[in-house]
């Protein structure tokens, strides 16, 4: 690809992403600067500036843009913020919350997609990012509690250790409802006494599982 043909499907890209509703202008700066070909190998690579979910290693998915967009601007996340996000996947999604955000950790249970998601983010030069092999239905206690918390893959019901793990004024955004059906974005509060549930818009995720994958 020629950088004016790079250009023009970034600018493309970009309009896209408006039309489907996206307007908070820190989101769309950095799904500008964040190059998504990065996360994605061979033919896939072409394709990144389509939005479309697209295959990753491991069996899993790279989300459509619009969604990581929809996502991030759901979290409402300030500078100074201290961010987790469960699923790594390609890492895609933590490269732009790392654009927002003061720290990412995030997690995910397939070693083999950590390792490659270091690489990108080495690649990049996104030095906020922590990446790590972990079962993430469990959070990641030891730098506990978070500011924002997001969730790239289907729970059953907005997961205990997670919300515990929330500061008070915090929020998470987690697609809630039974696997390989449509799941509702939901977006949870923590208040000084309890929490608060928003329900946003249908979303379709991998669903959230329990231990360590073999790979
Ligand atoms: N955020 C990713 C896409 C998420 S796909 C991106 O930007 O590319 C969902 C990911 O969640 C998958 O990689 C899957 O392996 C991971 N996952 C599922 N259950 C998990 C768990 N309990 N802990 C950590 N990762 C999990």
Do not use: W
């Amino acid at each position: 690809m020629t950088d004016a043909d790079r250009a023009e499907s970034i600018m493309r890209f970009i309009y896209a992403l408006r039309s489907k509703g996206v307007t908070d202008a820190n989101v769309l700066r950095a799904m500008e600067r964040i190059d998504r070909a990065a996360f994605l190998r061979g033919i896939f690579a072409d394709r990144a500036y389509e939005d479309t979910p697209l295959p990753i290693a491991c069996g899993q998915t790279i989300s459509q843009p619009s969604v990581v967009a929809l996502m991030t601007e759901a979290l409402e996340i300030s500078p100074r913020d201290k961010v987790l996000e469960v699923g790594t996947g390609s890492g895609y999604q933590a490269a732009i919350l790392s654009q927002l955000a003061r720290r990412v950790y995030t997690v995910e249970r397939h070693r083999t997609l950590v390792a490659e998601a270091r690489r990108a983010f080495d690649a990049l030069g996104l030095s906020n990012i922590t990446c790590l092999a972990s079962d993430g239905s469990f959070g990641l206690p030891e730098q506990a509690p978070f500011d924002r918390i997001l969730v790239t893959a289907a729970a059953e019901d907005t997961p205990g250790p997670l919300k515990q793990q929330l500061r008070v004024g915090g929020v998470m955004v987690v697609p809630v409802g039974q696997s390989d059906t449509v799941q509702s974005l939901i977006r949870v509060r923590r208040l000084e006494k309890g929490f608060d549930y928003e329900e946003l818009r249908p979303v379709r995720f991998v669903p959230l599982l329990e231990g360590m994958a073999k790979d």
